[in-house]
């Protein structure tokens, strides 16, 4: 059989719908059935104008609609701010037959040259102040706002529990999978379950709920145990493409599996919940058709008889997307029914395809030059074009330049080579909360664990641990610090500190905290194999890992669990006290000295000027940071500031680290901040590197051979001098290491630094 691939779908068996557009809504990201056969279109905008989210209802037997509300006419949205312009992938039914809903955002901000959400995030005028939960009655247009769940989260996906109390909802931002209790309103954060964005949701028969990562990584949830669970089943790309994998379509088949497919260059696989077997029936392009670069799906509906119809789009050269059919059940492979372009509308991706109770299927064109629209198609009617059928109107499009910006949008920490080290795809997510790296020689070492010490070897560009051990199985680590060359000393869950040989892969010493201490911060290690340790209540004491005794030092104490004492010799150390207040103190002598200046501060919240880092540069002068995440520097006679302010309107400086004697590399951020590293030196002042994100939406990340990676909290910082080598670690679940070599840090002189110099201050 001759497979004519240029044809399109007869249009005597469609009919077309075009869907409101006047405003510039360019796509439909939610498009459902409800259980009494209503269905429901939410219209959305992306890209280029600041729109917001409509939802219509659609009659299908006539294609006509009605218009539900405009979110803007039911939540207050700043004019400055970037609007809610998206429904996406979070419609569902509440037993009442009222929906349930949440906003998402790719909108740009009127002000803004392009969508940017992360560059924004924490821009209270100009960001997305977060994702609304509304629940809305069909019969009467009535929408009940919830509110926002999580502060300046977008929401990705959502999908009632079994218990119609529960929402549960992924978040774009962080990656997170969160559950709204929608009686109590309390907000359960389940952690990271993805690098960022996945949107997809699927249940099975029991209620439990499936999802999966950017990376094709698939997980459940099983409300029983309120737990989530790693499959340890992952996506397969026939051409091993890292692009988007994540799972994005599911249906139940009627023997009680899951069909689940991903994104790019997508196979179907077949997943057994209760045996969780996987059969994979292949990918889901045409077998006589191997595209050469990514495929993507768009949509996936199955009829009656369980016959699967779903989108398919290629990239080799331009081609609308084209309907395809696959018989999975009787072992048939997927059939081209043509292109979907009517009168020349040429579609370049359907983002949803439903069945109505009359077997017509109707599908969603998004994102293209005559979007958004509906084709309803009577596929009773449709076979593979053969060769006398007449080619389609093709109409080439080419989507405009959204990229106003261009690289300055950038990101991502720049350098000649970047590599990720997934550990959530060699362990448990658990165990994957990377508290320490160190790097030396060539390899880098991340210590992690939640019920042990677990303890990952890895070299500075492979995608695979080379080693995975447990080092120490009567605790967890609680804190961690380098404690020299091939050593890292921890504090552990059962009331120890351990010393781990890192090349041997041991504990070299062990010893017992008091009965009474209850420590809570390692800070750093002092002469004579001595460590400088803190406890709840703030309280200093000096630990001899040598003869194991414990020393309370007096005169000294930490004003918060986030003060961080900054070394200046073996004796002498400089950290905060009452609100703005330094101090130097003498660990031989036990005798405190305030500094006649202050830590800088913002008026009003001198409460905030805690030091949370430091380091001192060769030349003796001493580079801090604090909690407001002021940046300033100490000069080495201890008389004189300069202030080279914030990076961020929020977030803490920490885990200052040397480059060299005149530089420093820092993180900005706490655990709910987008984490940065920073760094600073004398000649080019306080400069913000990135994020440790290897997302490959621009030019620079796009073809580079390695694994996503996006770290929202950074746990931990090393750098390697001599190979060049920048070690970001991740502290949060589903963890990561990524490695840098040869990081573009600034030279020469920076233009338009200000700085304040302060006496006395």
């Given at each position: 059989?001759?497979?004519?691939?240029?044809?399109?779908?007869?249009?005597?068996?469609?009919?077309?719908?075009?869907?409101?557009?006047e405003?510039?809504?360019?796509?439909?990201?939610?498009?459902?059935?409800?259980?009494?056969?209503?269905?429901?279109?939410?219209?959305?905008?992306?890209?280029?104008?600041?729109?917001?989210?409509?939802?219509?209802?659609?009659?299908?037997?006539?294609?006509?609609?009605?218009?539900?509300?405009?979110?803007?006419?039911?939540?207050?949205?700043?004019?400055?701010?970037?609007?809610?312009?998206?429904?996406?992938?979070?419609?569902?039914?509440?037993?009442?037959?009222?929906?349930?809903?949440?906003t998402?955002n790719?909108?740009?901000?009127?002000?803004?040259k392009?969508?940017?959400?992360?560059?924004?995030?924490?821009?209270?005028w100009?960001?997305?102040?977060?994702?609304?939960?509304?629940?809305?009655?069909?019969?009467?247009?009535?929408?009940?706002?919830?509110?926002?769940?999580?502060?300046?989260?977008?929401?990705?996906?959502?999908?009632?529990?079994?218990?119609?109390?529960?929402?549960?909802?992924?978040?774009?931002?962080?990656?997170?999978?969160?559950?709204?209790?929608?009686?109590?309103?309390?907000?359960?954060?389940?952690?990271?379950?993805?690098?960022?964005?996945?949107?997809?949701?699927?249940?099975?028969?029991k209620?439990?709920?499936?999802g999966?990562?950017?990376?094709?990584?698939?997980?459940?949830?099983?409300?029983?145990?309120?737990?989530?669970?790693?499959?340890?089943?992952?996506?397969?790309?026939?051409?091993?493409?890292?692009?988007?994998?994540?799972?994005?379509?599911?249906?139940?088949?009627?023997?009680?599996?899951?069909?689940?497919?991903?994104?790019?260059?997508?196979?179907?696989?077949?997943?057994?919940?209760?045996?969780?077997?996987?059969?994979?029936?292949?990918?889901?392009h045409?077998?006589?058709?191997?595209?050469?670069?990514?495929?993507?799906?768009?949509?996936?509906?199955?009829?009656?008889?369980?016959?699967?119809?779903?989108?398919?789009?290629?990239?080799?050269?331009?081609c609308?997307?084209?309907?395809?059919?696959?018989?999975?059940?009787?072992?048939?492979?997927?059939?081209?029914?043509?292109?979907?372009?009517p009168?020349?509308?040429?579609?370049?991706?359907?983002?949803?395809?439903?069945?109505?109770?009359?077997?017509?299927?109707?599908?969603?064109?998004?994102?293209?030059?005559?979007?958004?629209?509906?084709?309803?198609?009577?596929?009773?009617?449709?076979?593979?074009?053969?060769?006398?059928?007449?080619?389609?109107?093709?109409?080439?499009?080419?989507?405009?330049?959204?990229n106003?910006?261009?690289?300055?949008?950038?990101?991502?920490?720049?350098?000649?080579?970047?590599?990720?080290?997934?550990?959530?795809?060699?362990?448990?997510?658990?165990?994957?909360?990377?508290?320490?790296?160190?790097?030396?020689?060539?390899?880098?070492?991340?210590?992690?664990?939640?019920?042990?010490?677990?303890?990952?070897?890895?070299?500075?560009?492979?995608?695979?641990?080379?080693?995975?051990?447990?080092?120490?199985d009567?605790?967890?680590?609680?804190?961690?610090?380098?404690?020299?060359?091939?050593?890292?000393?921890?504090?552990?869950?059962?009331?120890?500190?351990?010393l781990?040989?890192?090349?041997?892969?041991?504990?070299?010493?062990?010893?017992?905290?008091?009965?009474?201490?209850?420590?809570?911060?390692?800070?750093?290690?002092?002469?004579?194999?001595?460590?400088?340790?803190?406890?709840?209540?703030?309280?200093?004491?000096?630990?001899?890992l040598?003869?194991?005794?414990?020393?309370?030092?007096?005169?000294?104490?930490?004003?918060?669990?986030?003060?961080?004492?900054?070394?200046?010799?073996?004796?002498?150390?400089?950290?905060?006290?009452?609100?703005?207040?330094?101090?130097?103190?003498?660990?031989?002598?036990?005798?405190?000295?305030?500094?006649?200046?202050?830590?800088?501060?913002?008026?009003?919240?001198?409460?905030?000027?805690?030091?949370?880092?430091?380091?001192?540069?060769?030349?003796?002068?001493?580079?801090?940071?604090?909690?407001d995440?002021?940046?300033?520097?100490?000069?080495?006679?201890?008389?004189?500031?300069?202030?080279?302010?914030?990076?961020?309107?929020?977030?803490?400086?920490?885990?200052?680290?040397?480059?060299?004697?005149?530089?420093?590399?820092?993180?900005?951020?706490?655990?709910?901040?987008?984490?940065?590293?920073?760094?600073?030196?004398?000649?080019?002042?306080?400069?913000?590197?990135?994020?440790?994100?290897?997302?490959?939406?621009?030019?620079?990340?796009?073809?580079?051979?390695?694994?996503?990676?996006?770290?929202?909290?950074?746990?931990?910082?090393?750098?390697?001098?001599?190979d060049?080598?920048?070690?970001?670690?991740?502290?949060?679940?589903?963890?990561?290491?990524?490695?840098?070599?040869?990081?573009?840090?600034?030279?020469?002189?920076?233009?338009?630094?200000?700085?304040?110099?302060?006496?006395?201050?």
């Open positions: 059989m001759k497979h004519n691939l240029l044809a399109g779908i007869p249009e005597a068996n469609t009919r077309y719908t075009q869907l409101p557009n405003k510039g809504h360019n796509a439909v990201w939610d498009f459902v059935r409800s259980p009494d056969d209503r269905f429901y279109i939410s219209v959305c905008g992306e890209n280029e104008k600041p729109l917001t989210a409509l939802l219509y209802e659609y009659y299908p037997k006539t294609g006509e609609l009605r218009l539900i509300f405009d979110v803007a006419d039911v939540w207050i949205i700043d004019p400055a701010h970037m609007p809610p312009s998206k429904i996406h992938t979070s419609i569902d039914f509440l037993p009442d037959g009222r929906l349930i809903m949440a998402h790719t909108a740009p901000a009127p002000g803004h392009q969508w940017m959400f992360e560059q924004h995030y924490e821009d209270p100009e960001g997305y102040p977060g994702s609304i939960v509304m629940i809305v009655n069909p019969d009467t247009n009535e929408v009940q706002v919830r509110g926002i769940p999580v502060p300046r989260e977008s929401i990705y996906g959502g999908m009632l529990g079994n218990h119609p109390g529960y929402y549960y909802f992924l978040g774009y931002m962080r990656g997170h999978f969160y559950r709204l209790d929608l009686e109590t309103n309390e907000v359960k954060d389940y952690g990271k379950v993805s690098e960022y964005s996945s949107c997809r949701l699927a249940k099975d028969d209620g439990r709920l499936y999966s990562s950017f990376t094709g990584g698939i997980w459940r949830y099983d409300p029983e145990r309120d737990a989530i669970e790693d499959l340890k089943i992952r996506f397969m790309s026939p051409n091993g493409t890292k692009q988007r994998r994540q799972f994005i379509f599911a249906l139940r088949s009627p023997r009680g599996t899951l069909f689940m497919v991903d994104n790019m260059d997508g196979e179907m696989i077949e997943l057994h919940p209760e045996t969780l077997e996987v059969t994979r029936h292949g990918p889901v045409l077998r006589h058709q191997i595209p050469k670069n990514p495929y993507g799906i768009g949509g996936l509906a199955a009829d009656g008889n369980f016959v699967l119809y779903y989108g398919l789009k290629t990239y080799d050269e331009y609308p997307i084209r309907l395809v059919r696959w018989d999975i059940l009787s072992g048939g492979e997927p059939e081209n029914l043509g292109l979907i372009t009168g020349g509308k040429d579609s370049q991706y359907i983002c949803e395809m439903l069945f109505d109770r009359d077997g017509w299927l109707h599908m969603v064109d998004v994102c293209g030059e005559f979007s958004p629209y509906v084709l309803a198609v009577d596929v009773n009617k449709l076979q593979p074009p053969g060769e006398d059928a007449p080619d389609a109107q093709i109409r080439p499009y080419t989507e405009p330049d959204y106003g910006v261009g690289s300055p949008a950038f990101m991502h920490i720049a350098a000649e080579t970047v590599r990720t080290l997934p550990l959530h795809q060699y362990m448990d997510w658990k165990d994957t909360v990377v508290k320490h790296v160190h790097a030396m020689d060539g390899k880098v070492y991340a210590i992690s664990g939640k019920e042990s010490v677990y303890l990952i070897e890895s070299d500075y560009s492979g995608e695979e641990p080379k080693e995975i051990a447990v080092v120490y009567e605790g967890a680590p609680v804190s961690c610090v380098d404690a020299g060359k091939n050593k890292a000393a921890l504090l552990t869950t059962d009331g120890s500190i351990v781990i040989e890192l090349e041997r892969k041991r504990v070299g010493h062990r010893l017992k905290v008091p009965r009474g201490i209850e420590l809570v911060r390692l800070h750093f290690m002092l002469d004579g194999n001595k460590l400088l340790t803190s406890d709840y209540d703030g309280a200093v004491y000096v630990c001899d040598g003869s194991s005794g414990f020393r309370m030092l007096q005169n000294i104490r930490m004003e918060t669990n986030d003060a961080e004492p900054v070394k200046l010799s073996d004796h002498r150390v400089l950290l905060s006290a009452k609100n703005d207040e330094m101090r130097i103190y003498d660990i031989s002598e036990m005798r405190s000295e305030t500094l006649a200046i202050r830590t800088p501060s913002i008026r009003g919240r001198a409460f905030r000027a805690t030091i949370t880092g430091g380091a001192v540069l060769g030349d003796g002068t001493i580079v801090l940071g604090t909690y995440g002021m940046l300033f520097t100490l000069s080495s006679d201890l008389r004189r500031t300069t202030v080279y302010g914030r990076l961020h309107s929020s977030g803490q400086l920490r885990n200052f680290i040397k480059r060299n004697h005149d530089e420093v590399i820092g993180v900005h951020g706490g655990t709910k901040d987008a984490g940065h590293v920073f760094h600073f030196s004398r000649e080019c002042g306080f400069v913000d590197l990135g994020r440790p994100r290897v997302v490959k939406d621009n030019n620079e990340l796009r073809d580079m051979d390695t694994e996503w990676a996006n770290i929202h909290y950074i746990s931990s910082l090393a750098y390697v001098q001599e060049e080598c920048l070690c970001v670690a991740s502290g949060e679940e589903y963890g990561c290491v990524v490695r840098y070599r040869e990081v573009a840090f600034p030279t020469g002189k920076a233009v338009g630094a200000e700085k304040v110099e302060r006496d006395g201050y």
